[in-house]
């Protein structure tokens, strides 16, 4: 997604632990029309479905305890996205076939009040059309850096502010950065994250290790390439809403499922510009209402 590679590193701000982590997740997107978007109108008889492969790995580097008894972190993450696009019957070069996203970053977390958080981040990815390393080009490259100041308002609401600063139009530029994380500890439970993209979930702890939410997600990938000698970044983006139960193993393993609809899968090029953040520059399309599933496992060390 356009934004995506903009607060990547957002969404693992406050996600360590004081040991290492690694998640993955497998998603499923089924067949739907493709549709034009000004008119809404199917194109053609152009179908589409995606597979997305997602994997995170957290590993802290060093962990130190302040006169107030919170950690200050010091660790590195690391992850990697893969999407192929299924397209059927397409005779113009409107979406991708694949997109291939890898990253590898620091983070440090460095309490300075009871209330007050800093959390700088540093990261350098590639996102790419391609997995063939060969063909990467230093276009395709985007460093990633942040700071956010983030204060304990409760125990459950987190809000934060700041700036992040990437090359994402081939020369550095500062963005404003949020953060909104508020969450319950009851047996019902509800949580809302907008750090990168948008979730937001609420559900029923049944037992310490069986829990089941309705959840709502936003998420996606974002590829630079070149089309027709321009400059260009291609996204793809969708919203899904279903219920998620989730099976945790012992303290270290957990295993999400979700089944549910995916409302609209955005699959479109546009320009490489700043302008492009903001407004539609080319001609664009997105895939309709669609069957969504998936499976993940996150396992702490």
């Not at 990437?166 to 009851?186: D, V």
Request: charged fraction near 20%; aromatic fraction near 12%; charge should be positive.
């Amino acid at each position: 997604m356009k934004k995506s590679a903009l607060f990547l590193l957002l969404s693992l701000l406050l996600a360590f632990t004081a040991q290492p982590q690694l998640t993955v997740k497998a998603e499923y997107i089924g067949q739907s029309a493709y549709r034009d978007d000004d008119t809404d109108k199917k194109i053609s008889n152009y179908k589409g479905s995606s597979v997305i492969y997602q994997a995170d790995l957290n590993i802290p580097l060093s962990v130190k305890m302040n006169p107030d008894g919170l950690p200050r972190l010091w660790a590195i993450h690391s992850g990697a996205d893969y999407a192929r696009l299924d397209n059927r019957n397409f005779r113009e070069d409107l979406v991708t076939d694949e997109i291939f996203d890898l990253y590898l970053g620091l983070l440090n977390i460095t309490p300075f009040s009871k209330k007050w958080v800093i959390v700088t981040s540093a990261d350098i990815g590639i996102y790419s059309p391609t997995t063939r390393f060969s063909r990467i080009t230093r276009k395709q490259v985007l460093a990633n850096a942040a700071v956010l100041f983030i204060c304990q308002i409760r125990p459950n609401l987190q809000i934060g502010g700041g700036l992040a600063i990437n090359n994402t139009f081939g020369y550095p530029m500062a963005f404003p950065a949020l953060y909104l994380k508020w969450s319950t500890e009851e047996r019902w439970n509800a949580d809302i994250n907008m750090s990168n993209g948008f979730m937001a979930s609420g559900g029923y702890h049944f037992t310490d290790n069986f829990s089941l939410n309705l959840v709502l997600e936003m998420s996606g990938q974002v590829a630079f390439l070149q089309k027709d000698g321009k400059d260009m970044m291609f996204s793809h983006q969708y919203m899904v809403s279903g219920f998620r139960p989730q099976f945790k193993l012992g303290k270290h393993v957990s295993i999400p499922l979700t089944a549910g609809v995916n409302a609209m899968r955005i699959a479109a090029y546009d320009k490489r510009t700043l302008k492009a953040m903001f407004v539609k520059t080319e001609p664009g399309g997105y895939f309709g209402v669609a069957p969504y599933f998936s499976a993940g496992l996150s396992i702490g060390f």
